[in-house]
């Protein structure tokens, strides 16, 4: 999009959410003009850091600037609800991290707000905008993979020694990087036509250290569910994990289909594996080098999908930020402010991701009955 506008945005939250600055700052439709974190001292070093003049320990203050159209909440998780909704009530644009929320009823509450308001709302999931995502959703959309039959997708990631709202989450209140690539696949973000979860069958597994459980009253160390979607015979199945459960990080995403399918990497490092149907056995598999998809940006902020980012972040391990997926979210979501493309995922698709974890904790706690996905 050719357009001078620039979208004044504001960061909330500047841990995770300070690698969106940078991003902002370069972006020729983006004007970084405030941050917001609680801690003054942290606040300074940040706003000093990165030349950022406008500075607030409050976000209801943060709200009442005028002169701020659009705000990014990188805030804790049960901030997340709470904050959308005074922000769309504010008259602000919200890109919010994943999750949406973590009850039914602050989900409706926002899908039903923004519609009303008429602000944009995304969820701002890295999983559908990394190069393997990227990669597999193109291969798809080319035809390459024929016909889709299933899909898996698998978050695992130990928790211990993370903040206070982490220790004993039940596993599929975070589950959009999972979930979220199994329903990207079969939507069209560039008419934001979007495939939909309706029902979840899930199971938890296994016991977490006692000393987790009873904050949020969830005992699993594995919560594992399958998916129905709204007007399509493929089932999904996720599987996530937080606590007392060995394995390295992992966010995968496989697609089996009728000619050719994806398999995301298994071990940090190693490369995605493309099976292809109808070559003698030994052929069948194939690693594959997935390629950039940096040149669907503007040139400034291209060099922002690769690994730039502080060593002492859990990102960089990942590799140029969540698959050099930032750049391209702050992109969709500057995008969709300026009316140019719909935001991917919107509210109501944002909430059906978020909602598919929500509904299969509660299938877990119920020994595995079929739940169904409220739709908003
Ligand atoms: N791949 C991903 O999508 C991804 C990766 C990392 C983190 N996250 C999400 O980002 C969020 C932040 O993660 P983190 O690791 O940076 O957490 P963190 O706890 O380290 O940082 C939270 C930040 O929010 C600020 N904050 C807390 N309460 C606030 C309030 N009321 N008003 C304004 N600022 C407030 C804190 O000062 C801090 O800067 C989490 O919700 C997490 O789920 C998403």
Not at 80 to 98: D, E, F, I, R, S
Request: glycine share 8%; with cysteine; proline share 7%.
């Amino acid at each position: 999009m050719v357009t001078e506008k620039k979208v004044r945005v504001a960061i909330v939250g500047l841990g995770f959410g300070a690698e969106f600055i940078p991003i902002y700052q370069a972006h020729p439709n983006a004007e970084l003009v405030a941050i917001c974190r609680r801690d003054k001292a942290e606040l300074n070093v940040c706003g000093d850091k990165f030349g950022i003049e406008k500075r607030f320990t409050d976000f209801d203050e943060l709200l009442k600037d005028p002169d701020i159209d659009a705000v990014h909440i990188n805030s804790p998780i049960p901030d997340h609800g709470p904050q959308t909704l005074k922000a769309l009530k504010a008259g602000k644009h919200v890109a919010c991290t994943v999750p949406m929320a973590t009850s039914k009823e602050q989900i409706q509450e926002i899908v039903a707000l923004q519609r009303a308001v008429g602000k944009v709302y995304m969820m701002m999931e890295t999983v559908v905008y990394s190069r393997e995502y990227l990669f597999a959703k193109d291969l798809y959309d080319r035809g390459v993979l024929g016909r889709i039959q299933f899909l898996r997708g698998s978050h695992q990631q130990d928790m211990d020694g993370w903040p206070n709202y982490w220790p004993g989450l039940p596993p599929m209140w975070y589950a959009t990087h999972c979930v979220s690539p199994c329903l990207a696949v079969l939507s069209d973000p560039a008419t934001g036509n979007a495939a939909l979860a309706e029902s979840v069958v899930c199971h938890g597994s296994g016991r977490i250290r006692e000393d987790l459980i009873p904050k949020y009253n969830s005992p699993y160390a594995i919560e594992t569910a399958t998916f129905k979607i709204v007007g399509s015979d493929v089932v999904a199945e996720v599987t996530r994990s937080l606590f007392d459960t060995a394995r390295q990080y992992r966010e995968s995403f496989d697609v089996t289909a009728s000619n050719v399918s994806f398999e995301w990497q298994q071990v940090e490092g190693e490369d995605p594996v493309l099976h292809m149907r109808g070559l003698p056995e030994s052929q069948i598999p194939r690693r594959v080098k997935v390629p950039d998809f940096a040149g669907r940006l503007p040139e400034p902020i291209r060099k922002f999908t690769g690994a730039i980012h502080d060593a002492t972040h859990l990102s960089f391990l990942q590799g140029g930020g969540h698959g050099g997926s930032h750049p391209h979210l702050a992109h969709n979501f500057l995008m969709a402010v300026l009316g140019a493309q719909p935001a991917f995922p919107d509210a109501p698709t944002s909430a059906n991701w978020t909602l598919v974890g929500i509904c299969a904790h509660e299938s877990a706690t119920k020994g595995g009955d079929r739940v169904a996905i409220p739709a908003y």
